[in-house]
T-cell receptor
Framework: EPEVTQTPSHQVTQMGQEVILRCVPISNHLYFYWYRQILGQKVEFLVSFYNNEISEKSEIFDDQFSVERPDGSNFTLKIRSTKLEDSAMYFC????????????FGPGTRLTVT | GENVEQHPSTLSVQEGDSAVIKCTYSDSASNYFPWYKQELGKGPQLIIDIRSNVGEKKDQRIAVTLNKTAKHFSLHITETQPEDSAVYFCAVDRGSTLGRLYFGRGTQLTVWP
């Protein structure tokens, strides 16, 4: 069964450093998402991406964040200058359609900012 | 935005008993309601979903009911097994955006053998 994959599983970085989180969505999916989950809290939407552009972003997704689909398979989230409060689990998700369609989540990348 | 409330936050049941988790939402335009199961160290796994034109959906031991008038939906697990132990999240899609999901806070379900 196809699944969303993410690398790395755990990333430790120092405050102010740039990080890139990588995702390989399910191959025939056209809609891509990033969510994050701070320890013990609910899963929060960051951004949706369709047709090579951002469809929607939340208030969390400020100028420090960017997303890219550099080739036909990868989908990346970049944080330009990490802050302590960026420490969280970051999940990539993908789906065949947008609103009203199933979203399938990857295993996540645990980002720790020290 | 959408406000999703989920109860209870923890639920302990004996193996074989039923478990029910309830979520309420605020936006009457919301039209898609998935449930996810998250095991320790893993990503959320979609287990069942329901759309606004349906009142109930069942898949083996798992069912979801939706009351659009009252703006709540519930997950029902029958004949629970220890492997059902996990955190369960409800989510809501408001239908006006390209699939943004709003999540509840999660329910830690523990099934005792």
């Amino acid at each position: 069964e196809p699944e969303v994959t993410q690398t790395p599983s755990h990333q430790v970085t120092q405050m102010g450093q740039e990080v890139i989180l990588r995702c390989v969505p399910i191959s025939n999916h056209l809609y891509f998402y990033w969510y994050r989950q701070i320890l013990g809290q609910k899963v929060e939407f960051l951004v949706s991406f369709y047709n090579n552009e951002i469809s929607e972003k939340s208030e969390i997704f400020d100028d420090q964040f960017s997303v890219e689909r550099p080739d036909g398979s990868n989908f990346t989230l970049k944080i330009r200058s990490t802050k302590l409060e960026d420490s969280a689990m970051y999940f990539c998700a993908s789906g065949v359609g947008g609103s009203g369609y199933e979203q399938y989540f990857g295993p996540g990348t645990r980002l720790t900012v020290t | 935005g959408e406000n999703v409330e989920q109860h209870p936050s923890t639920l302990s049941v004996q193996e074989g008993d039923s478990a029910v988790i309830k979520c309420t939402y605020s936006d009457s335009a919301s039209n898609y309601f998935p449930w996810y199961k998250q095991e320790l160290g893993k990503g959320p796994q979609l287990i069942i979903d329901i759309r606004s034109n349906v009142g109930e959906k069942k898949d083996q031991r798992i069912a979801v009911t939706l009351n659009k008038t009252a703006k709540h939906f519930s997950l029902h697990i029958t004949e629970t097994q220890p492997e059902d132990s996990a955190v369960y999240f409800c989510a809501v899609d408001r239908g006006s955006t390209l699939g943004r999901l709003y999540f509840g806070r999660g329910t830690q379900l523990t099934v005792w053998p």
